[in-house]
């Protein structure tokens, strides 16, 4: 069986009046702006949303319009007394009328602003950052960090066109002193939502880039409450504070410092003042350094004072001592003449007992060893006469068995034996294979020779 409904529009219509009945006045409530817009007639269309606050998951969800009328009051009386540009990632307490609309459904018409509750948020959640920070261990890192006697490299993140920024430069560029520094501009966005993230970037890359520079500058000219909040963020503070250069604060602000102020390693109030810090760093410097030459000149004057004090005390008593050494000198020398002329007496002495000594020893020395050499000469004369007699002999009865020998051997004594020498060519032919048929040979004999022609060879076989 079927049943009738009723219509959306009429469905619609009942949960209207019980709304308008349930919130028949306005109604204060808490909530986080998510996202913000504004369109040409002024109007002003918002997302209202409330996070779990342990997790930060979104559990409820609203939008909500401030028409033209009434935002243009709201938004400057709430930026004025908060000094907090009305945007979205901020809490605020609002008066609001429950509208829902048969077409366009569920909304809230914002009539009414309280700013101290977006101030006690603001401090808050400031209150928060910089415990977490404490709690993390990284709160005083950048203070810690030795700053250089000289912070002559100097890295800037700042926008270039700002006129903090100018102000700063031409403060370095102009000091009365002359010092000279080296600076680097990394440009940055300094205000807004993305201020955050742009200033990290910069940090990022001045990082890369650690050993080149001295100190790191953060500067910017000055501007709304609203437009330093940027500088009470949790991640830029983060990154501040373990940053491995130590980093000047000068955002240009007059009220109380910023998270960037307490974290930062130190902090001045403008762009000129951080220029005005780096050269009262030289100026320090420079005076320690004069300070060292004068302590050193006058340490030096007082060296030399009582060094001279001393030479003086010194020289009226050398005077006396000198007098008593050379006189106690003089006596010792005279002992000393006395004793080396009485030495050099018995030395005398005693040489030319000694030389008449050797004289003796040397004369008979020279006879015993002549008489000696000559005996030994005589002996060997002896011996040198009778070698030459064996030898003479001996060399004359070798010559006479030599003699014997050749005669001996002698070619006539042989031929008178009855033997014959046979020639060719004036050479004695020793072996049948000299010859030839018809050769003309010469046959000698003891008493002459004879001419022949060979007309048969016999040979042996």
Known sequence: MSQKGISLFHLNHQIKNILSQTFSSGVWIVAEISELRYNQNGHCYLELIEKEENTDQIIAKAKATIWSYTFRMLKPYFETTTGQA??????????????????????????????????????????????????????EMNKDLDFPNIPKCIAIISSPTAAGYEDFINQLDNNADGYKFHYKLFPAIMQGNNAEESIICALDKINEYENLFDVVVIIRGGGSQADLNCFD???????????????????????????????????????????????????????????????????????????????????????????????????????????????????????????????????????????????????????????????????????????????????????????????????IIKDIQELSLEDIIETRLANGSVESQVLKIRRKK
């Open 86 to 139: 009305f945007t979205s990632g901020i809490k605020i307490l609002i008066q609001v009328n429950v509208e829902f609309q048969e077409i366009y459904g569920f909304s809230l018409n914002i009539k009414d602003i309280d700013p101290s509750y977006t101030l006690g948020d603001m401090a808050r959640r400031r209150k928060e950052i910089i415990a977490r920070l404490e709690e993390e261990g990284v709160l």
């Open 233 to 427: 963020s949790y991640w830029l503070a983060f990154h501040i504070a373990q940053f491995p250069l130590p980093i000047i604060s000068g955002i240009g602000h007059e009220r109380d410092e910023s998270i960037v102020d307490i974290v930062a390693h130190t902090k001045v109030k403008t762009p000129t003042a951080a220029a005005e810090f780096l050269i009262d760093c030289f100026d320090q410097c420079q005076k320690y350094q004069n300070d060292l030459r004068e302590q050193f000149l006058e340490e030096v004057k007082e060296i030399l004072l009582m060094s001279s004090e001393r030479l003086i005390s010194l020289t009226n008593k050398f005077s006396p001592m000198v007098s008593q050494i050379l006189e106690k000198k003089s006596s010792q020398l005279g002992l000393a003449k006395q004793r080396l002329i009485s030495s050099s007496k018995q030395l005398l002495v005693n040489q030319t007992h000694n030389r008449q000594n050797l004289n003796s020893q040397f004369h008979y020395s020279s006879e015993k060893r002549i008489k000696s050499e000559r005996n030994v000469l005589d002996q060997l004369q002896y011996a040198v006469k009778n070698t030459l007699g064996q030898q003479f002999e001996s060399q004359k009865h070798s010559l006479s068995l030599f003699e014997q020998s050749v005669k001996y051997l002698n070619p006539e004594n042989i031929l008178k034996k009855g033997y014959s020498l046979s020639l060719k060519d004036g050479k």
